[in-house]
């Protein structure tokens, strides 16, 4: 194993070529760009036996993705907000089909008014598409996890794509300590791709049909359980990736939780942050602690519960909005969690809209803030930050 | 069809080819053609439109309509030359 300087994009270029992806289709967009930037170098130049189909649109990435993954190849792509919005169709097409792939979305605000910058809003567009998806905390979890979504996706006990949330800029432009796995190790996790349906001239299926509302709805229910029922090969594949690798994911990850009255939860590279705060305030003290939420869908609320129990008071970093809604999406599926349970009060707070700066002073901040409002017993949310 | 949703194929593939020649589209249809055969002239015209190929030439040389799968889209009415099919109601 060799730990290495790598900015963000270039580890996840670095993985979609130890994984010997066969198809890589996407239009460059910031801060995305230089993923497709760095793997058409790596194609060109021989370093990877690949198709690189440069794109006319996102919607058209994905659509090539999914005919490459119905011929039985292992298909790449990677985008950010307006692109992901262009794209959407297909991203239900994907998933409703069953075609394992990776796409890794480097989170950007969705326009307008036009921003490059990182928020979830384009996550939370995509919430209901039905792909696995998780939010990484840093590089070496973007890196690790192209090859899991592989291993993941294409088990024949799953055949769902897996969507990689990785931060714009905060984890696409930052240079990280990034430790590569052996090449040897990569190739026993991860064979060749082996299909349980492709399309094949010599023996032809149907992918895709017209299905009438008689059946529709059993479709839907088939795949909404088997979205559900990858929890345990999740679980199962990144139980054995730690084995290999010395680096063990779970679906959420505590902090100092066993004694915090009040705690944090955080996804995607925001839990770093969020980790500095909580360290101080044990520093003078205070009993907090950390939740990170790594596995979005299916949502781990086994794990949440489990790791929250005691927990009096949760604050709840979101980082997108739901106008008109119940709060942030963050909140209001941890509500919805401990709905009609002996859970925790939880305080909504929506950050870093836009890349807006969040400093580990900030949460000392937001956690000062937080008794006022559970005192109120307000259930909306706190825009944290905004200019009044 | 009535498949439990425990009897889908993962994304609803269907394995057998050919097997939309099963689908009965004819029960799609609100008008039916009916073929005058004192006015028709074996032209094929309708036979040529139809978009579903549900129209077969028989061995006298008039054509027929396939009615498992006639859509009843009344193509072939609006087509045809001599005024030779006219669209009825389905009751």
């Known amino acids: ?388 | 069809m009535k498949l439990s949703w425990r009897e889908i194929k993962p994304g609803a593939v269907i394995t057998e080819s050919g097997s939309s020649r099963n689908l009965r589209t004819g029960d799609w249809r609100s008008e039916r053609p009916i073929m005058d055969k004192e006015k028709c002239n074996k032209c094929g015209m309708c036979y040529i439109f139809c978009p579903e190929g549900t129209i077969k030439e028989t061995e006298e040389g008039y054509f027929e309509v396939d009615l498992y799968y006639c859509k009843g889209c009344g193509i072939c009415a609006h087509e045809c030359p001599q005024g030779a099919i006219k669209m009825v109601l389905e009751v």
């Open chain 1, 1 to 388: 194993m060799k730990r290495v300087a790598l900015e963000g994009t270039v580890a996840v270029a670095e993985a979609v070529r130890q994984a010997n992806v066969d198809v890589i289709a996407a239009y460059p967009i910031t801060p995305q760009s230089h993923i497709v930037e760095r793997l058409s170098e790596i194609v060109a130049s021989g370093e990877l036996d690949a198709e690189f189909v440069p794109v006319e649109s996102e919607h058209t990435a994905l659509s090539v993705c999914i005919g490459a993954s119905a011929c039985g190849a292992r298909a790449f792509t990677a985008t950010s907000g307006p692109g992901l919005a262009l794209m959407a169709e297909m991203v239900f097409v994907a998933s409703s089909m069953r075609l394992p792939m990776v796409m890794v979305l480097c989170n950007r605000s969705l326009s307008a008014p036009l921003s490059i910058w990182n928020d979830h809003s384009d996550a939370m567009l995509v919430r209901d598409s039905g792909w696995i998806q998780v939010f990484v905390n840093n590089a070496q979890e973007a890196y690790d996890h192209v090859f899991l979504g592989y291993r993941i996706g294409e088990d024949h006990r799953v055949l769902i794509p897996y969507m990689i949330h990785m931060d714009g800029f905060f984890l696409t432009h930052a240079i990280e300590p990034v430790e590569l796995v052996d090449q040897e190790v990569v190739d026993k996790f991860l064979p060749h791709y082996q299909p349980l349906y492709r399309l094949d001239p010599s023996n032809p299926i149907t992918m895709g049909a017209f299905v009438m509302p008689d059946q529709y709805a059993e479709v839907k229910k088939a795949q909404d359980e088997a979205l559900k029922a990858s929890y345990q090969v999740i679980v199962e594949v990144w139980e054995k990736w730690g084995e290999l690798t010395g680096r063990f994911y779970r679906p959420v990850e505590g902090f100092y939780l066993e004694d915090a009255e009040y705690a944090f939860l955080s996804v995607g590279s925001y839990g770093d942050v969020a980790q500095e705060a909580v360290d101080f305030l044990r520093g003078k003290g205070r009993k907090v602690g950390l939740l990170k939420l790594r596995l979005w869908r299916p949502f781990p609320f086994e794990e949440l519960r489990k790791a929250l129990k005691g927990v009096k008071a949760l604050l709840v970093i979101d980082r997108a909005i739901c106008p008109g809604g119940p709060g942030g999406p963050v909140a209001l599926e941890v509500r919805s969690a401990f709905y009609n349970m002996d859970g925790p009060r939880v305080v909504d707070f929506i950050v870093g809209i836009a890349g807006r700066d969040t400093t580990p002073e900030d949460y000392v901040k937001m956690f000062e803030m937080a008794p006022e409002f559970l005192e109120k017993g307000s259930e909306e949310y706190i825009f944290y930050g905004v200019k009044e």
